[in-house]
């Protein structure tokens, strides 16, 4: 309660400032629904902001449905980033209890946030913008993916950025590079947001949960079924289904809708139209480390005082505010696994402690287990708080709360470990089960102790240790002390209790090749080898195509190919890749997007919208 009053009046501060900049919100007025569409886009996130935007340019009737909100203000302000966190922005889904990991944790498992807004994660996220290793893509296309290594790919990353300082190298340190432009976050929604306001043929709708894909009897996608103001709807589509509802939300859509795993649709009472193994399985993340942290006599980094930052924010659009409060540094390295230029480790330099705030944000922001602790005696405010923390938190943090300090954060960057996402039941409203089966392979344990022994020998340098005076926290870590403090099981054993998401979730609706059972996609991002078909205006919601009245448009390149088995339908999200990228995931979902539209445009080429606009 505490946090949300505190970071309520942060916002208030802000946002008094703000409104007078007249932003205009064409999200607020719902469209009047048309009964088809050239194409809909499920998730108006990352992805689909992007796709759905470039397929509206394009000059076809595009329907994108997003279930959460338009973006509140704050979210243009960079400095605000964390306060999201706290908001009804983030669909709030949980890591299932872990046996490797998570162990100082809720439950252990944890929060995995991600964005429940119009521009996704990307509006509510970190804004690190970083490309990833050149390697990253070669390996997609040496998995069976033509067209998706660097060379190939590097237009779409340029197509979206617009540079005003450095890119950031494929290994070593970096100033972290943010999507920021004159103080105010940059996001998916700036692809989406002008194209609503000055395209009549893009249509965008909030609040609208979409349920399931309707399918023909010839397994084609043909509409959309979803809920909105409380009442069930229907769209048809004539072209194709862009499902963009992200890593978790995605493989859900797809089962729910009868694509995926035969035995396990059937558990959950779903028919099933297309046994598909692949979907929700080859679930990957950055696993990161919390907690190794250093304090510094007071003033000695020289931050600044929240509300003096605000109000500099708010008179010179400069200052803290115009970037994500505490992350600085960014490093990316390799630790010994492969090649010397294709890191496994990205580590992370924040001007701040976990205990910075007394707990207040941190136990909420991290999912620390909420066991109240012993009662304290009445007196300072400081007393107060303490009230609210965790057994655990205090255990650990209780002699450093309220320390200024900075903390180094390292995870994995190409994690070997794999988990899944499953069915809870077959009710849309109910939130999938995400178990990302952190450190299940022996090799991601070995690596994330080196890199905490990397991140310690950072802080042990005259430039950052040396120039602050800086003291690493060297308590034993509560449920480690049966280890000698500094051995590498006890990093082990330090890493499978602090070690969590970093809320990159990737890989539940693979691109392989059609030899690779565990393949949901193609290289085309869809999955049947029929083509591209155009539903004629006058058919229905359930008729099969293939009737002999149907009078469809066969694509002239005959390539694409959708979710396997299923013509009509693609995939648009961190889902599709094969392996996760080596550096934060935001830039490569933009450009998958990028390239996925430019590959329904081209195989639609010459086939203008038949239908009235």
């Not at 648009?572 to 392996?579: E, G, L, N, R």
Request: overall charge neutral; hydrophobic content about 35%.
């Amino acid at each position: 309660m505490i946090t949300r009053v505190l970071i309520t009046l942060l916002r208030l501060v802000l946002l008094a400032g703000l409104r007078r900049s007249g932003l205009a919100d064409p999200y607020l007025t719902p469209p009047s629904l048309r009964p088809i569409y050239d194409f809909v886009v499920v998730g108006g996130g990352t992805g689909g902001s992007v796709v759905g935007a470039r397929l509206a340019e394009a000059g076809w009737q595009v329907l994108v449905l997003e279930a959460g909100t338009p973006p509140p203000l704050e979210t243009t302000v960079p400095g605000l980033s964390i306060a999201l966190y706290f908001t009804d922005t983030n669909w709030e889904y949980t890591i299932s209890p872990q046996k490797y990991s998570n162990r100082f944790f809720l439950d252990r498992g944890g929060r995995m946030v991600q964005g429940r807004l119009v521009g996704g994660s990307s509006n509510m996220g970190g804004m690190l913008y970083a490309r990833g290793n050149r390697r990253d893509y070669d390996l997609w296309a040496a998995l069976g993916n033509p067209g998706w290594n660097y060379e190939s790919v590097l237009p779409y990353f340029k197509k979206s950025e617009d540079f005003q300082g450095h890119l950031t190298p494929d290994t070593g340190f970096a100033r972290s590079s943010y999507t920021v432009r004159r103080g105010v976050r940059s996001s998916a929604d700036d692809w989406l947001r002008p194209a609503l306001l000055n395209r009549p043929n893009l249509h965008v709708l909030t609040g609208a949960t979409v349920e399931k894909i309707v399918l023909s009897q010839s397994k084609r996608a043909v509409g959309i079924q979803f809920v909105y103001g409380g009442q069930r709807l229907k769209v048809r589509v004539a072209r194709e289904v862009v499902v963009s509802a992200g890593a978790l939300a995605s493989p859900k859509l797809l089962m729910l809708s009868g694509l995926g795993p035969a035995a396990h649709l059937r558990k959950h009472g779903v028919p099933v139209v297309v046994d598909l193994p692949g979907v929700g399985q080859n679930l990957q993340d950055h696993f990161n480390v919390h907690g190794l942290t250093w304090t510094v006599p007071p003033g000695a980094l020289g931050n600044s005082n929240l509300l003096t930052a605000a109000f500099q924010y708010l008179t010179s659009m400069e200052g803290p505010f115009t970037e994500p409060l505490g992350d600085k540094t960014t490093a990316w390295v390799n630790v010994g696994s492969g090649e010397t230029e294709w890191p496994d480790l990205q580590c992370h330099v924040l001007s701040q402690t976990p205990a910075f705030d007394f707990g207040l944000f941190t136990t909420t922001l991290l999912s620390i287990s909420r066991q109240v602790g012993p009662p304290a005696p009445q007196g300072t405010g400081t007393r107060l708080r303490i009230l609210l923390l965790s057994q655990k938190y205090q255990s650990y943090f209780g002699p450093i709360l309220g320390s200024e300090g900075f903390t180094i954060e390292c995870q994995l960057s190409r994690p070997k470990s794999r988990g899944e996402v499953t069915l809870r039941s077959n009710d849309p409203n109910d939130y999938p089960i995400v178990n990302p089966n952190f450190l299940s392979h022996p090799e991601d344990v070995n690596t994330i102790v080196k890199g905490i022994k990397f991140g310690l020998s950072i802080a042990n340098t005259s430039a950052l240790g040396g120039r602050f005076g800086a003291r690493f926290h060297n308590k034993p870590l509560p449920g480690c002390e049966g280890h000698v403090f500094g051995a590498d099981d006890y990093w082990a054993c330090y890493a499978r209790h602090m070690g969590t998401s970093y809320i990159h979730p990737t890989g539940t609706c693979k691109m392989g090749p059609p030899e690779d059972p565990t393949s949901v996609v193609d290289e085309n991002l869809n999955n049947d080898s029929a083509g591209g078909l155009l539903l004629p205006q006058h058919m229905t919601l359930g008729e099969d195509s293939d009737s002999e009245h149907d009078h469809t448009l066969h694509s002239p390149r005959q390539l694409l190919r959708e979710v396997r088995g299923v013509a009509g339908l693609r995939v648009v999200d961190a889902s599709v890749m094969p392996t996760i990228t080596s550096a934060n995931t935001m830039a490569a979902v933009v450009m998958v997007a990028e390239r996925a539209a430019d590959l329904i445009t081209q195989e639609w080429n010459g086939y203008s919208s038949r239908l009235h606009k």
